[in-house]
């Protein structure tokens, strides 16, 4: 049950890389329409108001040329050459700046024009009010009304048409100029400004749109590759290793493609060396028992007329169908991946006794059996039994083979130290001792060497040489070697016969 649950809150592909895009592609319109119209709105305003700057600094000269302090001329004469001096300054501004004089009482002087007076009165009513607020609201603090020429204001007429304002008082006293206001229209701008952004959410929504119709397709093209896959690995689960016939688009499923085929191909062999292991063991079986059972017919029914050398033949097969049993069980422990108790071993005990095993074997063979070791302490981590056996097997592999000497080496194997190392001096020798010391045990013969066809495969289980027992030897000390952190290796020598190197 609990199984079951777990299985219906997997995620596809489609729901792990489609349902996350999918909403990020849908939220990126909006955020980019806000993003779009907020940066829009700012630089809009800004630009408003560097012209709104622009053109007071073009009237401010002006305005200190006419009105200067020892001119005779009559005030409203003044007014008016300022007013025909300001006119083309304001038409040639960029975008719709537009310029406003009050007088006293808040009077507008400029524009002169009486049609253009009645047009712009509901703005000019909006800043007389702005104004005689921010004068009464001085007037009660006892502080002059200053409005600065770097504060912008934004003003709503009447008409509900909003302005942005710069409005300042004029530097030069006099009644008939009081405030300067340069301003301009907003609607214009805020409705460019929310058209774009419309157009900017349109955009983004399409190609939201076309890019999750995208994602869809690649999703459907991954979900069907892997799906592939998955029809291809049950296919080889149900025993079928030929290799996969489909292609890949997609790199990842090319490479699990190509795992799958090396596994396939892995267990085929696997499946082959099983069947031929079945089939030797079979065979190694069949012999001794019907050897075992002809014999003890033949004494049931008195055909043997010496039962008791019937009844060693039937000891002897037994015993041989014992050791065929035990190194059966030792290598399946072996293969499943059985840890030993190492512990510190001295190679001359173990060799001592590997030995005294294997002399009776070398004498009936005619071998003799020699040993190479300095006479010194080899200890090496180990579990003895295994390492016995381990000895057992290369000696008795080698005194079958052997034409007249088998030969037992001990060495000690150092890693040659590089010149910074010899440039640290004695510590780091010390230091690295142990990381670069080990001891490789041979067991050397003299015979013809390993075949070519046969030097790959001598480890394999069930692989027997010319003169080979069972074929579980060779194959349960490699396995035996590795449990104990050790490695076997085989080769021939060049003077001829073969070399098994045990190296720690």
């Given at each position: 049950m609990k199984?079951?649950?777990?299985?219906?809150?997997k995620k596809t592909i489609g729901k792990v890389?489609?349902?996350?895009?999918?909403?990020?592609?849908?939220?990126?319109?909006?955020?980019?329409?806000g993003i779009f119209y907020t940066t829009a709105h700012q630089y809009a305003t800004r630009e408003a108001k560097d012209r709104l700057m622009e053109l007071r600094e073009a009237v401010l000269p002006e305005m200190e040329n006419v009105f200067q302090a020892d001119s005779t001329e009559e005030p409203r004469v003044l007014v008016g050459r300022f007013v025909r001096q300001v006119a083309p300054i304001t038409r040639r501004m960029e975008g719709d700046t537009r310029l406003m004089i009050f007088a006293a009482e808040n009077r507008v002087v400029y524009p002169r024009d009486e049609e253009e007076r009645a047009y712009v009165k509901p703005v000019s009513d909006a800043f007389s009010a702005y104004i005689a607020a921010y004068e009464n609201e001085a007037a009660l603090s006892d502080n002059a009304y200053d409005q600065t020429s770097s504060e912008t204001i934004r003003i709503k007429a009447e008409n509900n048409e909003e302005f942005l304002a710069s409005i300042y008082p004029s530097p030069i006293t006099s009644l008939q100029i009081r405030y300067i206001i340069t301003y301009c229209p907003?609607?214009?701008?805020?409705?460019?400004?929310?058209?774009?952004s419309l157009l900017v959410l349109f955009i983004s929504l399409v190609s939201a749109i076309v890019l999750i119709g995208l994602l869809r397709s690649t999703a459907r093209t991954m979900t069907g590759q892997f799906e592939a896959l998955a029809m291809e690995a049950e296919r080889i689960g149900n025993g079928d290793f030929s290799p996969i016939e489909k292609t890949f688009d997609i790199e990842e499923a090319s490479t699990v493609e190509k795992a799958m085929n090396c596994m396939a191909e892995a267990l085929r062999v696997t499946r082959e060396s099983e069947q031929k292991f079945y089939q030797n063991v079979?065979?190694?079986?069949?012999?001794?028992?019907?050897?075992?059972?002809?014999?003890?017919?033949?004494?049931e029914t008195g055909v043997m007329k010496d039962p008791v050398q019937a009844a060693h033949i039937i000891s002897e097969e037994s015993a041989r169908l014992t050791r065929y049993v035990s190194d059966l069980l030792t290598l399946s422990r072996l293969e499943?991946?059985?840890?030993f108790h190492l512990e510190k071993v001295d190679l001359a005990d173990v060799i001592e006794e590997s030995f005294e095993h294997m002399n009776g074997l070398a004498l009936h063979h005619g071998v003799e059996l020699k040993i190479d070791m300095p006479s010194h302490e080899w200890i090496v981590e180990a579990d003895p039994q295994q390492l016995v056996r381990i000895l057992?097997?290369?000696?008795?592999?080698?005194?079958?083979?052997?034409?007249?000497?088998?030969?037992?080496?001990?060495?000690?194997r150092r890693r040659e130290s590089t010149e910074t190392e010899e440039a640290h001096g004695s510590w780091m020798e010390e230091r690295l001792r142990s990381e670069n010391r080990g001891i490789d045990l041979r067991v050397l013969d003299d015979g013809d060497g390993i075949s070519e066809q046969d030097l790959p495969h001598i480890f394999e289980r069930s692989y027997k040489g010319a003169k080979g027992g069972f074929g579980f030897g060779l194959a349960i000390a490699s396995h035996a070697a590795r449990s104990m952190n050790a490695t076997l290796r085989a080769e021939n020598r060049a003077e001829g016969g073969a070399c098994f190197t045990l190296s720690f």
């Open positions: 199984r079951n649950k777990q299985e219906q809150h890389i489609l349902t996350p895009s999918i909403l990020i592609l849908l939220i990126f319109p909006l955020v980019a329409c907003v609607a214009e701008m805020d409705a460019w400004i929310r058209t774009a079979s065979h190694d079986l069949r012999t001794p028992l019907m050897s075992i059972g002809g014999y003890a017919q033949g004494i499943s991946g059985e840890k057992d097997n290369l000696l008795s592999n080698a005194v079958r083979y052997a034409h007249s000497r088998v030969l037992l080496q001990v060495e000690e």
